[in-house]
């Protein structure tokens, strides 16, 4: 069975295990105060161009969410996101469990703009609602989306103008940069907060949060420790974001990853099928028949997304930095067959 599940259904980069296992005897501090927490921060630090972030590494992504999100927010702010926003719809209420609500606006495309805002911003009923306090965005996003630097900067405009804090999902980080023009000094320019996933992009677990706003830094270290997300080995983390920013690791996993999604949905329009959604990252999301479905799923694991009517279904196809040519092949070879 070939997965196109997801794109964490392997280990993690050769390098990375490499360099765990060649540091194993050394020791160091807890806590985070490891060397190799050290220097994977500053080379975090260096990469964002902002020697003032605070970065924080943790073990996985909804961590990283509720522990930020819940510490910045007062017990009456809320946050806004996309309906398909993973806070929303794939975290069991993580963020609610904190005592703050989402409000979400339906995006088509999983992408917020300005104007999906203000249509929330602008019905808010001042002291006998929740006041929104954050807005919360994933490059890429669940629909395998990605945003452009230009559609970054007008969010961060108007967040600055009404007052909003402006927090941006990393889990697939590499995928979405690689597909769009946002730089890593873009993120640490226009965002007061984002994370940068390593789970999905190569690591075996790990995601480090980066905090640009200098007035959210103070006693997150608390907030941290409390939430249970400051590992006792934070050495686990502190090597694997270290294999990660050696020079362009990071960033050409996204590159493999989008072009293994790309050669995909070449490979499946020229078999003359279309999609539910236009993404250039490694997710992607054809329309195929049922009857081809059940048929590719006797060798193939993936989701079937949502039903399109009685005969056809949008499924959802995931690369990984570990995907081989050979399995693409293998997947378009198979779908041709059964036309």
């Not at 997710?283 to 694991?301: D, G, S, W």
Request: aromatic fraction near 10%.
């Amino acid at each position: 069975m070939i997965s196109f599940k997801n794109d964490y259904s392997e280990g993690a980069l050769p390098a990375i295990l490499q360099a765990l296992a060649a540091t194993n005897d050394i020791q160091q501090g807890g806590y985070g105060e490891d060397d190799y927490s050290q220097q994977a921060i500053d080379l975090i630090k260096r990469k964002i161009n902002n020697p003032y972030a605070a970065i924080y590494l943790v073990s996985g992504g909804t961590q990283a969410n509720l522990t930020f999100i819940s510490s910045v927010l007062r017990p009456y702010e809320s946050v806004i996101a996309a309906t398909t926003g993973h806070i929303f719809h794939h975290e069991t209420g993580a963020i609610e469990a904190t005592g703050h609500k989402i409000e979400t606006v339906i995006a088509k495309d999983g992408k917020l703009t300005p104007a999906l805002v203000a249509s929330f911003i602008d019905k808010v009923e001042a002291v006998h609602m929740p006041l929104p306090r954050l807005v919360y965005i994933s490059n890429s996003t669940e629909l395998g989306t990605h945003y452009l630097r230009a559609e970054l900067i007008a969010l961060w405009e108007y967040c600055k103008r009404k007052g909003l804090l402006l927090y941006l999902d990393g889990a697939r980080l590499a995928s979405g940069m690689m597909a769009g023009d946002i730089s890593y000094q873009d993120l640490g320019k226009y965002t007061d907060a984002f994370y940068i996933g390593g789970t999905k992009n190569g690591a075996l677990i790990g995601e480090a949060i980066v905090i640009n706003n200098p007035s959210l830094q103070e006693y997150f270290a608390y907030n941290l420790k409390m939430r249970g997300a400051l590992l006792a080995k934070g050495r686990l983390l502190g090597i694997q974001f270290m294999e990660l920013f050696k020079d362009d690791t990071y960033l050409s996993i996204g590159a493999y990853m989008n072009e293994m999604a790309g050669r995909l949905s070449d490979g499946i329009r020229k078999a003359g099928y279309d999609f539910l959604i236009e993404s250039k990252t490694n997710q992607i999301f054809p329309i195929l028949p049922v009857r081809v479905i059940h048929t590719l799923q006797e060798k193939y694991a993936f989701y079937v997304w949502q039903p399109i009517d009685e005969e056809r279904a949008a499924v959802r196809l995931v690369t990984s930095w570990s995907t081989q040519a050979a399995a693409v092949e293998a997947f378009l070879g198979d779908l041709r067959a059964c036309k």
